[in-house]
């Protein structure tokens, strides 16, 4: 391990261009579970046709919500681990360092990364159903419009809210994957953290990557698909291996 570790903080330390595809897994040592881990994970447990599809919503508005909040509140109460700090730490050493992230929490951002890319939304955020004005019609807190039914209506139109992420069955934020696919192919490492790459487009990135001559380095307890064609596979939590590579990346300056 201590020389794998070694051949990523070397590729890390010569990298003009970093890029990180982050998944479920880079949360979960802050207490938030992963989406496809057997037992704990989101989708064992609850129904993804249910709680994450238009047509769930649809079915039943006011238990998608419910459960959307409870997470939002959940969110509140967690916070970033030393694998999304090590991260943060990391993008000061090299010239360019971009998160995509899978991940709907603000974890990245509250561990101090900036530049940051949210494939599938934001949990935070709130938007219209129907985008009355425009794609996406975001609505802040204070106007949310709270009636007797669960959700609350949009200022605008009057119709359903529901949360800014994306659902099985959707569209990626417009514009934004087209972004992720030319920062991948820019990259010079691209390391992918805690992701089963099970959802597309986003699984595609790494290979986009490495077809254009970056270093992919996985870091996951498990093995993954990636491990194909990874050229660094490093199986750990992502709460203590990204804190020893930055370790590694710094002492080598
Ligand atoms: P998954 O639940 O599919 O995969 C989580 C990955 O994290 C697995 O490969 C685990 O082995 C790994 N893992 C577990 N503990 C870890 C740790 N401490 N450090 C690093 N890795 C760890 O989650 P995602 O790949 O993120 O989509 O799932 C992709 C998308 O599917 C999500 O964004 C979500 C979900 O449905 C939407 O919400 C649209």
Known sequence: MDDLLQKAADALRVAKRVSVLSGAGVSK???????????TGLWSNYSFQEL??????????GK?????????????????????????????????????????????????SHDVMHLHGK??????????????????ED?????????????HCGRWLRPNVVWFGEMLP??????????AAESDVFIVAGTSGMVFPAAQ???????????????????????????????????QIMPALFDLVSQGR
């Not at 514009?175 to 920062?183: D, H, L, P, V, Y």
């Open 29 to 39: 040592e802050s207490g938030i579970p992963t989406y496809r881990e057997a037992l």
């Open 205 to 239: 990135l790494p290979l986009t990557a490495k077809e254009s001559g970056a270093t992919v380095i996985d870091i996951n307890p498990d093995a993954t698909d990636y491990d194909a064609f990874a050229d660094i596979s490093l199986r750990g939590g992502f709460g």
């Open 123 to 140: 949990l935070n955020e709130v938007k219209c159903f129907y985008n009355c004005q425009g794609e996406p019609t975001l609505v802040n």
């Open 52 to 61: 994450a599809s238009p047509e769930g919503f649809r079915q039943n508005p």
């Open 64 to 112: 998608v919500w419910d459960w959307y909040t409870e997470r939002r509140m959940q969110l509140k109460t967690v916070y970033p681990n030393p694998g999304h700090i090590a991260l943060a730490k990391l993008a000061a050493l090299v010239p360019a360092l971009t998160i995509i992230t899978q991940n709907i929490d603000d974890l990245h951002e509250r561990g101090g």
């Open 143 to 155: 106007d949310f419009v709270h009636g007797e039914s669960s959700p609350p209506t949009c200022p």
């Open 174 to 183: 417009v514009g934004m994957f087209a972004r992720a696919e030319a920062i």
